[in-house]
């Protein structure tokens, strides 16, 4: 089974509104990580956002937020105000410490803002 | 520039040669992380070092791969006799540690042509 699902190959959205991008996970640790990261079209990975497993709240930094619902072992990025400077790959990736300490990572998801 | 650091930015060889990529992790960071990134594709673990501890290297697509780390920091990724299917941008990424939360920084990456 896929370790982390990103099922939205390609999103759109106007400039100025939020857009949220899905990331579903698998795991039975009941210790991990997870995260968000940007890939313009330079190629650099940018981290965005981490969430841990134990965290009461959602996490947020800025105009990225993450809504995260564990039971669903769902964990979708959110982005408000979408400027232009956002349209980029984004990877949702995840983190088990107790088992091999790999990140896994998603498929991606094109997110283009149109002005 | 504390950042992490991989040479050359772009490398291009012919078929059968030999290359060997190289990543400078961030000062400190015990742990170093090894990706492939084909065109428009998510990124495709290849090697984990953890410290002094023997490597993950589960990622590996063929024996004509291989990577090593000296002294806990720099490492190098190497491709024996280079096939087409190698092309791809070569990623490294480097962590403070393997708590849950310790994020990846990335380096720019190194795009490999073989022609």
């Known amino acids: 089974a896929q370790k982390i699902t990103q099922t939205q190959p390609g999103m759109f959205v106007q400039e100025k509104e939020a857009v949220t991008l899905d990331c579903t996970y698998d795991t039975s640790d009941p210790s991990y990580g997870l995260f968000w990261y940007k890939q313009p079209s330079s190629g650099e990975m940018i981290f965005l956002i981490y969430?841990?497993?134990?965290?009461?709240q959602n996490a947020t930094e800025g105009r990225y937020s993450l809504n995260f619902q564990k039971a669903r072992k769902s964990a979708n990025l959110v982005i408000s105000a979408s400027q232009l400077g956002d349209s980029a790959m984004y990877f949702c990736?995840?983190?088990?410490?107790?088992?091999?300490?790999?990140?896994?990572f998603g498929t991606g998801t094109s997110l283009t803002v149109i002005p | 520039g504390a950042g992490v650091s991989q040479s050359p930015s772009n490398k291009v060889t012919e078929k059968g040669k030999d290359v060997e990529l190289r990543c400078d992790p961030i000062s400190g960071h015990t742990a170093l992380y090894w990706y492939r990134q084909s065109l428009g594709q998510g990124l495709e673990f290849l090697i984990y070092f953890q410290g002094n501890s023997a490597p993950d290297k589960s990622g590996l697509p063929s024996d004509r791969f291989s990577a090593e780390r000296t002294g806990g920091s720099v490492s190098t990724l190497t491709i024996q006799r280079t096939q087409q299917e190698d092309s791809a941008v070569y990623l490294c990424?480097?962590?403070?540690?393997?708590?849950?939360?310790?994020?990846?920084?990335f380096g720019p990456g190194t795009r490999l042509t073989v022609l």
């Open positions: 969430q841990g497993s134990y965290d009461q």
């Open positions: 990736a995840m983190r088990e410490p107790n088992t091999g300490n790999q990140f896994y």
């Open positions: 990424a480097s962590s403070q540690g393997t708590s849950a939360h310790n994020e990846q920084f």
